[in-house]
């Protein structure tokens, strides 16, 4: 049942508009107004409108509830949980049927859902941030067009959301001058008998570009697509409802032809996170691919802020509406074999499609060069993980048993002062044992601003003269150390691998982690003492070559900055430089000895 006493904010502009836009909520601008999205909101929406060549007198704006809720909470109508899981309250209820009454009065070309609540009121879709940009089916409106953006609310919080919601505003203006959902034309070759397969594979064999994708299931490749064309694509299956689908005759057949295609230097093979794929090829069947292009790469060298997902480059590049939830529900739940083929034949067709898009913005930013650099990466970083490194797994056995008296004899020790057993790991028993029964004022994250008991809290409250914060601080460190290093699974060789990323970070640096086998870990961030349990292979050497603060040097002689310039080829520590420049102190009289500081509570 609608409020009675909430003051209503109807929706405004002219019926005939080829553009509705339907919000969640007003606010407390919008209220005071009468019309929707003036606010702060409001504002940005109607800049980013601006600038994509619409007014807002071009379109009608209206929302799903048409009252403040209270606190601002959409709680109060509708909440959505973990899991796709939504409930709607009766006045919520009430209200989307208002809605629909109301949009009946329109006939637009597009209509634009912004944020969770329109988009299911709409579609019943959920998850905004996924489906943002795709064109959609209005399940509850007819059948008609829908393009859901993340509302500009998030943005305001979030600033890269911006570009987002600029992207899809603009595909909003195109897709205005036509009523119809008109999605990429592709033809699925799924369910291929066995002569299908092998023709479709010759055709690959001949071809100057394809695509291709691996999906695993129990670690074996349960399928694998490759692309001729954004708009051909064919998924060879080798399980069907957990059996093989193929005779071992013509399963080997078909590996033979696709080995003899993936490495044809003479072939250009695009991939997302090619290097994925291809460790797993390599161990599995020994196939070294050859000739790689990799969308993941191409995007994190163009914007490397965006996510680099193949989600996201497909809603940017494709106009492929968001499919991943289709796999992962595979995966999760189970489902039609024909489902999952599909799934895999789609991340081969926008991945190609993705690739000539992305290679036309790596022309256009002068990028070609640098995203070679990092394509090239890829061979010798798949030769780097399936070596590893050999590793005296007896000794890290050893290092773990040693750790564990050492935590025993610890606890032991902070057990005693403490007068009751306190879980290291607890951070809600240390707060109340510090911040309660010790009394210390309260330290407060920066990051999270909430109330912590961090290693840097820790430290602090060690200075205060209370040892148990020393002891819980080396507890921390040789948990850690046990945990994550001493008791890493290693592989049956004795070998430690990981997996690399070749554009793991922001700043375009490699990044590692564990195998895709679930064995090794981030070989890059190796602790010293793991360093004594790594061994050369019979008759190599081992050498840890590293260039100090490389990425300040960087930065030193591009911007160029003179002062940074001199401490680097005057060989002064650049953050003393720095500290004495603060504090007007010679360099001489700047100390790197933790606790020489009163700054911080002698922290530094």
Not at 289 to 306: G, H, K, R, S, W
Not at 445 to 468: C, Y
Not at 500 to 510: A, D, E, Q, S
């Amino acid at each position: 049942m609608l409020s009675s006493i909430a003051h209503k904010v109807p929706g405004t502009g002219p019926l005939t508009a080829k553009i509705v836009m339907v919000g969640e909520a007003p606010g407390a601008t919008e209220v005071r107004t009468g019309e929707p999205f003036t606010g702060s909101s409001g504002e940005l929406l109607m800049r980013l409108m601006q600038n994509s060549g619409l007014l807002r007198g071009d379109v009608y704006i209206t929302n799903v509830i048409k009252e403040q809720p209270p606190s601002n909470n959409i709680d109060h109508f509708i909440k959505f949980a973990t899991g796709g899981k939504v409930t709607m309250t009766p006045a919520y209820q009430a209200y989307e049927q208002q809605l629909y009454t109301e949009l009946a009065q329109t006939n637009a070309n597009v209509y634009v859902a912004i944020g969770n609540v329109a988009l299911f009121a709409l579609t019943r879709l959920v998850a905004v941030t996924k489906r943002r940009g795709s064109i959609l089916t209005g399940t509850q409106i007819g059948g008609k067009k829908v393009i859901p953006i993340i509302h500009p609310a998030s943005a305001l919080r979030q600033y890269i959301f911006t570009h987002f919601i600029a992207h899809d505003l603009a595909r909003i203006v195109e897709e205005s001058a036509f009523p119809e959902v008109r999605l990429p034309a592709r033809t699925y070759h799924l369910k291929p008998g066995f002569l299908d397969s092998m023709q479709y594979l010759e055709r690959c064999s001949q071809a100057e570009i394809i695509a291709f994708d691996i999906e695993v299931v129990n670690e074996e490749v349960s399928c694998i697509s490759f692309a001729l064309s954004p708009g051909e694509v064919m998924s060879i299956p080798f399980t069907i409802q957990g059996h093989d689908y193929f005779t071992v005759d013509q399963e080997a057949e078909i590996w033979l032809k696709i080995a003899s295609i993936l490495q044809n230097p003479a072939i250009k093979k695009v991939g997302q996170n090619i290097v994925f794929d291809f460790t797993f090829l390599y161990r599995k069947y020994g196939i070294r691919v050859y000739n790689l292009e990799d969308t993941m790469i191409a995007q994190a060298i163009c914007y490397p802020d965006f996510p680099k997902g193949l989600d996201f480059i497909t809603s940017i590049y494709t106009k492929e509406p968001y499919y991943k939830d289709e796999g992962k529900k595979w995966f999760k739940f189970g489902g039609s074999d024909m489902d999952f083929w599909l799934y895999n034949a789609k991340d081969s067709a926008v991945c190609l499609e993705a690739f000539f898009a992305l290679q036309i913005e790596l022309r256009r930013m002068g990028n070609d060069d640098a995203y070679r650099n990092q394509c090239d990466l890829i061979e010798p970083l798949v030769y780097m993980q399936e070596k590893g490194i050999l590793a005296d797994v007896k000794a890290m056995q050893l290092a773990s048993m040693s750790a564990s008296d050492e935590l025993e004899k610890l606890q032991e020790k902070l057990n005693a002062i403490a007068g009751k057993e306190l879980n290291s790991a607890s951070s809600q028993q240390l707060q109340d044992y510090f911040y309660g029964v010790k009394k210390i004022k309260p330290y407060v994250s920066r990051a999270t601003g909430a109330i912590s008991v961090d290693a840097l809290a820790l430290k602090r409250i060690a200075r205060k003269g209370f040892p148990e914060a020393t002891l819980i601080l080396e507890m921390r460190r040789l948990a850690k150390l046990q945990s994550t290093y001493f008791d890493m699974k290693i592989d049956p060789d004795s070998r430690i691998r990981c997996s690399f990323n070749p554009v793991g970070t922001t700043t375009g640096r490699l990044s590692s982690s564990k195998t895709i086998f679930d064995t090794g870990g981030n070989m890059q961030n190796l602790p010293p003492v793991m360093l004594s349990y790594l061994s050369a292979d019979p008759e190599y050497y081992l050498y840890n070559i590293d260039l100090a603060q490389a990425e300040n040097r960087f930065v030193a002689y591009i911007a160029p900055e003179p002062n940074m310039i001199n401490a680097f080829e005057d060989h002064i520590d650049l953050h003393k430089q720095t500290a004495s420049l603060i504090f007007s102190k010679p360099v001489s009289e700047v100390s790197d000895e933790p606790g020489s500081s009163s700054i911080g509570g002698g922290l530094y």
